[in-house]
């Protein structure tokens, strides 16, 4: 199939839990709609069923999650399995930000929210197009 027949990825995108941090997540949108994805934007202080549910409705490639304020470990416990449970177990699964407020070894983090299902953790200061080619890649785009 050639680029021009193929359907606009999709992503969900938005900041999990109490997380008022918004700023990162636009300018990631942005980025986004301009390398060639359909943005479902959620905005902040989503809880994770509202990016499941987001997800299965616009039948998603990928769910992006922001968290900037620390409290990940709590906000996406078990994502991976909550996606599994919706029939989501395809949807790449993409977290970054700053995700603990008291942070191990980059490793070690990383480690952490794999283990909670995300494919790809991202740590602060990671520039959109880092992401965006690593989702590219992933969903067979590049």
């Known amino acids: 199939m050639d680029r021009s027949s193929r359907?606009?990825?999709?992503?969900?995108?938005g900041t999990i839990g109490h997380d008022a941090h918004i700023v990162g997540s636009s300018v990631l949108r942005i980025a986004l709609e301009e390398a060639g994805f359909k943005v479902v934007?959620?905005?902040?202080?989503?809880?994770?069923?509202?990016?499941?549910?987001?997800?299965?409705?616009?039948?998603?490639d990928?769910?992006?999650?922001?968290?900037?304020?620390?409290?990940?470990?709590?906000d996406c416990s078990d994502f991976g399995a909550k996606c599994e449970e919706a029939g989501l177990g395809h949807v790449k699964k993409?977290?970054?930000?700053?995700?603990?407020?008291?942070?191990?070894?980059?490793?070690?983090?990383?480690?952490?929210?794999?283990?909670?299902?995300?494919?790809?953790?991202?740590?602060?200061?990671t520039?959109?197009?880092?992401?965006?080619?690593?989702?590219?890649r992933d969903l067979g785009l590049d």
């Open 62 to 74: 990928a769910i992006l999650v922001s968290s900037l304020y620390g409290m990940a470990r709590i």
């Open 7 to 13: 359907r606009q990825p999709v992503v969900v995108l």
């Open 94 to 125: 993409y977290l970054g930000g700053i995700l603990v407020t008291d942070p191990e070894a980059w490793d070690q983090t990383e480690q952490i929210f794999r283990a909670q299902g995300f494919d790809r953790v991202y740590p602060p200061q």
């Open 41 to 60: 934007f959620l905005g902040a202080v989503v809880p994770a069923e509202e990016f499941i549910d987001a997800a299965r409705e616009s039948a998603a």
């Open 127 to 136: 520039k959109t197009d880092v992401a965006i080619a690593d989702l590219k």
